[in-house]
């Protein structure tokens, strides 16, 4: 078996199923539970994006020749913005326990949220076509599983992951 890095994006997958929990949350008007599935998210997306940034992003910045579009600064960029929305977006989800009209307020939410994930859904790509793949070909399989092994010790994900 080949051991690669990129098994590392099924975390994407496992967090865009937790968003899609707190979406429908949203959809059912159950505010307490949207909340929580929010918190959940934020907690697997922050640890996620510690991994690449101490983790991954120093060696990819040392050892991968990355193009412009590929440049580490725009990731770190990247998990900024989307670390800024996450905190908006919590706080609309707790002023819905108060709303006066809370289907108005929840579409409001939803249409930031479609921003969100398309902002989220470019990174994931970027980093699939860039970060991952060119990690995997300067790394040795000794170097690959080493760091597989530092980033799956502290996910609670990593039971479903495919590695
Ligand atoms: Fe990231
Ligand atoms: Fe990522």
Request: hydrophobic share 40%.
């Amino acid at each position: 078996m080949t051991i690669s890095l990129t098994s590392l994006m099924s975390v994407h997958r496992e967090l865009d199923a937790l968003f899609l929990y707190h979406q429908r949350a949203l959809l059912h008007l159950d505010s307490a539970l949207a909340l929580t599935a929010l918190q959940r998210y934020e907690d697997e997306l922050l640890r996620h994006m510690k991994d690449e940034e101490d983790l991954l992003l120093p060696i990819y910045s040392q050892r991968s020749e990355y193009p412009a579009v590929g440049a580490p600064k725009l990731f770190i960029d990247e998990h900024e913005k989307m670390r800024a929305h996450i905190e908006v977006l919590k706080d609309a989800t707790a002023d819905l326990a108060d709303a006066d009209d809370i289907e108005r307020s929840v579409l409001r939410i939803l249409g930031h949220e479609a921003f969100y994930l398309r902002l989220s859904s470019h990174h994931d790509n970027r980093e699939g076509t860039y970060l991952y793949p060119l990690l995997d070909a300067v790394l040795s399989a000794d170097e690959r599983l080493d760091l597989l092994d530092r980033v799956w010790q502290g996910s609670e994900l990593r039971q479903t992951a495919n590695i």
